[in-house]
């Protein structure tokens, strides 16, 4: 602002006294994100009033705002920049002192009573609720995400003063009066509090007593997966929506009109210490580590089948290896709580550690695990936990080959001690008995994978998918947020488009390949009539796309009608895929890398035309040849690790493997570095090339770790912080 201030006075008058305060701004401007959400229409946001009122119709035309059909200002700009400048008398007070003959009579030397009011008006020209905002950071004032106004609110006290002979005169004449008081104040709040009913309560002694018990135990391990809040903290902070952003870095993916900060400041390569996913990403990990912990421990001990209790402990080994698994890839090091309710004053443990505990874990419940959950269905089992100990090989070995991260000059996160030879055997073995022995295949079509109608058929590629719905603790998967073509969620199932495609990765396809259709596609618009039907459910077609590109979107995952899934109790937002956290797709490719790795380039290329040959087969397992050869030509690279990691990501886009692979191949910095931000081709999958430009200006090496969160090193000062960041508390 030009200026801002307050003034403040007092006032008396015989026994009343009166005193204020007015504070000021002047000059300061105000981004009013509330306005951009709800005027700026595109077709997936509730509308204001104000738009409701002056939207264009036939029998009302109006030049304010669009009709609903139509498309509102999608871009951030000035218009929605406003005057912030207001006057705000932010408290006034009204007392009275009672006479000093009168408050003796009483037991007191002083008696006041008044009333004060905080916040009782405001003067401003601004449109929003209140022009005193700071909604991201209180350094960074003047943006208006919908904030909630600032109270206006009335208080009524009294004040006294008294000798300690007056205390027992005053004591004797109020004893009676205030007894009586809370008496009644107890029995008023006592009814509701002694008719509550406790329909299912399990304390943490009797939790581990009973087999029933242990299971209630172990899914609370699970729900550590999509859980809505994570003891309270956080909103869908892991493979609900979350963790799909930490992991989004890379040259798949364009943010485009994020309103909200959150996901902005991890969408544009933003972030730091006190960024919320990253806070609330560590929290869950660790959470859902000690729950394992509690399990593992415990367990054990328990009078019930031994087979099923063994599967069990085995069951909580890989999930505490896999959030282990994800931490390390996340942050590097990280402290290693082994046993229940752990000292929340560890430190961060060497990376050889790290991975000796994940390589523990993973390999007992590989060695023990049966081929398929005995209990619940989609749950994780012995290939399950082979694949991600391929996984923790593969990245093993690459970032020891590729020097990962030495440019940052720091001891943290090193990779000396890695064996990459004896990684990439162990990786070729893992991944030739997944291959021969597991009973995985890759499904047709490919577009299977990412339908909720289609989960049996998922259930055959997947080794472990996110549960939603009644196998997933009724949670979801909040696909609104994520990719899919943009449209209503309302109406046709589309999302808000806030991810989109990049050019680089439509340059890896060429139209012969079918994923290319499915995963690049049109937006959905307003299209409720034109759809197709998938096992009995309808899914709306996207629109051609534009010739600008305009509506270029990602198409993996699509949504069936809304009004189906309302009425079945599932929000609109909200999705009931089971997303696919591990396919055998991906397997196959990181079995063709190992057997390169290890002295044979001709069958890991057959293995990467393996996944391609689905690409070009129909529903009926006819070939087509032509395709096949097209493609091959086409994707075909000298160096077969470039060939590689171009296969994978046409195959794996937007499933969260693009920024592992080129962090572990050491690509991140190259990749970013040449991403284009013009669009001076006019080529319409470039339409969001400008959308790039943040990540390519906010990216730099260190930015291959997360950063420690800033509130966990404040509450642990044994907590070290990856290079790069604040290394302040």
């Known amino acids: 602002p030009k200026h801002f201030g307050g003034m403040t006075n007092n006032f008396t008058f015989k026994n009343f006294d009166l005193s204020f305060m007015f504070q000021w701004s002047y000059g300061n401007d105000i ?3 509330g306005r951009y959400r709800y005027e700026g229409f595109v077709g997936y946001n509730n509308v204001s009033t104000d738009y409701w009122r002056n939207r264009w119709t036939e029998e009302r035309p109006s030049n304010r705002y669009p009709s609903l059909n139509g498309e509102g200002k999608t871009e951030m700009s000035s218009y929605y920049v406003e005057d912030g400048s207001y006057l705000r008398l932010k408290n006034l007070t009204v007392g009275y002192t009672l006479p000093t003959h009168i408050s003796r009579k009483i037991g007191l030397s002083h008696l006041r009573v008044y009333v004060t009011a905080e916040n009782l008006f405001t003067c401003t020209g601004y449109s929003g609720y209140d022009p005193e905002v700071s909604f991201w950071n209180r350094l960074i004032p003047g943006l208006d995400y919908t904030n909630y106004p600032r109270a206006r609110s009335v208080f009524f006290g009294v004040s006294i003063k008294y000798k300690n002979s007056d205390i027992k005169t005053f004591y004797s004449k109020a004893q009676k009066y205030t007894t009586a008081f809370l008496l009644c104040t107890a029995m008023a709040g006592c009814t509701s509090f002694l008719d509550e009913k406790t329909y299912s309560f399990v304390s943490g002694d009797d939790l581990y007593t009973t087999a029933a018990n242990a299971e209630l135990a172990l899914t609370g391990v699970y729900d550590i997966l999509n859980a809505g809040s994570i003891q309270g903290t956080g909103n869908q902070p892991l493979w609900g929506r979350g963790m799909h952003y930490l992991m989004m870095l890379g040259d798949e993916i364009a943010p485009n009109g994020i309103s909200d900060p959150h996901h902005q400041i991890i969408a544009s390569c933003g972030y730091n210490e006190e960024a919320d996913f990253v806070s609330m990403a560590w929290f869950g990990l660790f959470v859902g580590i000690d729950r394992a912990n509690h399990i593992i421990q415990k367990v054990p001990a328990i009078d019930m089948d031994p087979k099923r209790r063994d599967e069990i402990v085995n069951e909580a080994k890989l999930l505490r290896g896999l959030y282990r698994l994800y931490q390390a890839w996340l942050w590097g090091e990280v402290p290693l709580p082994n046993t229940p309710n752990s000292s929340a004053e560890a430190p961060r443990e060497p990376l050889d550690k790290v991975y000796a505990c994940i390589e523990e874990d993973l390999d007992k419940a590989y060695k023990e695990l049966p081929d398929r959950n005995s209990n619940v269905s989609g749950r994780v089992n012995k290939w399950t936990a082979g694949s991600y100990l391929l996984k923790m090989y593969t990245y093993l070995a690459s970032c020891k080959e590729n020097r990962v991260g030495q440019e940052l000059g720091s001891p943290i996160n090193s990779f000396d001690w890695v064996d990459a030879e004896a990684c990439w055997k162990k990786a070729a073995a893992i991944a030739e008995d997944i291959y021969a022995h597991s009973g995985y295949k890759l499904i047709r079509p490919y577009h299977y994978n990412f339908l909720a109608d289609t989960k049996s058929s998922q259930k055959e590629e997947c ?3 996110m549960q939603t719905g009644a196998g997933g603790s009724n949670e979801y998967f909040l696909f609104a947020y994520w990719a899919g073509p943009q449209g209503n969620v309302g109406t046709n199932g589309g999302g808000y488009g806030w991810i989109r495609p990049t050019g680089e990765l439509s340059d890896k396809y060429v139209t012969e390949d079918s994923r290319m259709a499915w995963n690049l596609c049109g937006s959905l618009g307003n299209n409720v009539t034109d759809y197709t039907t998938v096992n009995g459910a309808k899914y709306f077609s996207p629109v051609a796309l534009y010739a600008s590109g305009a509506n270029l979107c ?19 937002w909200a999705s009931n895929i089971d997303f696919p956290m591990l396919r055998f797709a991906d397997i196959v490719l990181l079995y063709a890398e190992a057997l390169y790795k290890t002295g044979n380039e001709s069958l890991a290329r057959e293995l990467v035309e393996e996944v ?11 070939l087509d040849e032509s395709a096949l050869n097209a493609m091959n030509s086409a994707y075909y690279k000298t160096d077969f690790m470039e060939e590689l990691l171009d296969e994978r990501s046409r195959e794996l886009c937007v499933e969260g493997w693009r920024r592992i692979d080129l962090i572990r191949t050491g690509k991140m910095t190259e990749v970013i570095g040449g991403i284009k ?3 001076d081709t006019g080529n319409k999958y470039y339409y969001f090339a400008p959308q790039m430009e943040p990540i390519k200006n906010n990216y730099k090496p260190y930015k291959i770790w997360m950063p420690v969160p800033k509130r966990e090193r404040e509450v642990n000062k044994n907590l070290s912080q990856n290079p790069g960041y604040s290394q302040t508390i």
Not at 556 to 561: A, T, W
Not at 612 to 622: F, I, L, P, S, Y
């Open 612 to 622: 391609r040959k689905r690409a070009c087969t129909d529903t009926e397992g006819k």
């Open 677 to 679: 931000t013009v669009n």
């Open 554 to 572: 990602h198409g993996k995952f699509r949504q069936s009608d809304p009004a189906v899934r309302t009425s079945q109790g599932i929000p609109t």
């Open 463 to 465: 080794m472990m998918v």
């Open 31 to 33: 981004i009013n994100i």
